[in-house]
């Protein structure tokens, strides 16, 4: 019985995704923050919503 060969390396996704996440929160941290003075709401949470309408662009565009 032969063994399946297994793919090399990472999956291309999760990488990727990751990849935006860091990038997002180098660049745009300040503007979060002041974000979520503005709202009311939590540094934590506006990174989240940063990253979700950045994730909304991204499918947009491909």
Do not use: H, V, W
Not at 20 to 45: C, K, V
């Amino acid at each position: 019985m032969q063994e399946k060969k297994r793919p090399r390396g990472r999956p291309k996704g999760r990488t990727e995704r990751k990849q935006i996440t860091l990038d997002l929160r180098i660049e745009d941290y300040n503007y979060l923050t002041e974000l979520a003075e503005a709202n009311q709401s939590t540094r934590r949470q506006a990174i989240f919503d940063g990253l979700n309408l950045l994730e909304k662009k991204i499918k947009k565009n491909c």
